[in-house]
Antibody, heavy 115, light 106 residues
Framework: QLLESGGGLVQPGGSLKLSCAAS????????MTWVRQAPGKGLEWVAT????????YFADSVKGRFTISRDNSKKTHYLQMNSLRIEDTAVYFC??????????WGRGTLVTVSS | IVLTQSPGLLSLSPGERATLSCRAS???????VAWYQHKPGQAPRLLIY???NRATGIPDRFSGSGSGADFTLTITRLEPEDSAVYYC????????FGQGTKVEIK
């Protein structure tokens, strides 16, 4: 199971930190990911972190503004979002990376960037 | 890599077969292709991984095939609960999703 939290309303240029708490699997053994869905749009990959936290990967659309991290002792990973833009408005899903696919997903948390 | 799905909308009756296409902008390894089902307000659900392997708990009405740059998701004996948007996805040095195919059950 994955449970996202931390979404909300933020002004353009602001910051927000999302959390994803995991249960029911050996969290420390798996890479984790964030995927978002803007209103009326499809799924868009945002970022991935490997199991140790030593490697991170980002979509070009968020590179330099978002960071991804994890705390294996808390079975939680995070998405720090800075310099937010209106186009970052979306439902943000966290997901577990299994065999080259995202096999466990959360239900998402809504981020709204608006003045 | 860009994934292009077709058609954008598929409207079919219960019991019919749905054939969804996903074309990559270049050849990709089959192991890296997956399909997801997404219903409004719910978490996306993994259906197929490695192009043709059903995920845990997925009924055998769902099947995936393909190689190179062309991949297909087939849903046989459509049921009302199959109404959803279906996405293909490729995982490699980056991650790409197709734009989705909406399946409507009449």
């Amino acid at each position: 199971q994955l449970l996202e939290s931390g979404g909300g309303l933020v002004q353009p240029g602001g910051s927000l930190k999302l959390s994803c708490a995991a249960s029911g699997f050996s969290f420390k053994n798996f890479a984790m990911t964030w995927v978002r869905q803007a209103p009326g749009k499809g799924l868009e990959w945002v970022a991935t972190i490997n199991n140790s936290g030593g490697s991170t990967y980002f979509a070009d659309s968020v590179k330099g503004r978002f960071t991804i991290s994890r705390d294996n002792s808390k079975k939680t990973h995070y998405l720090q979002m800075n310099s937010l833009r209106i186009e970052d408005t979306a439902v943000y899903f966290c997901a577990k990376l299994g065999a080259a696919a995202f096999d466990v997903w959360g239900r998402g948390t809504l981020v709204t960037v608006s003045s | 890599i860009v994934l292009t799905q077709s058609p954008g909308l598929l409207s079919l009756s219960p019991g019919e077969r749905a054939t969804l296409s996903c074309r990559a902008s270049e050849s990709v390894g089959s192991i890296s292709v997956a399909w997801y089902q997404h219903k409004p307000g719910q978490a996306p659900r993994l259906l197929i991984y490695g192009a043709s392997n059903r995920a845990t708990g997925i009924p055998d009405r769902f099947s995936g095939s393909g190689s190179g740059a062309d991949f297909t998701l087939t849903i046989t004996r459509l049921e009302p609960e199959d109404s959803a948007v279906y996405y293909c996805q490729q995982y490699g040095s980056s991650v790409a999703f197709g734009q989705g195919t909406k399946v409507e059950i009449k």
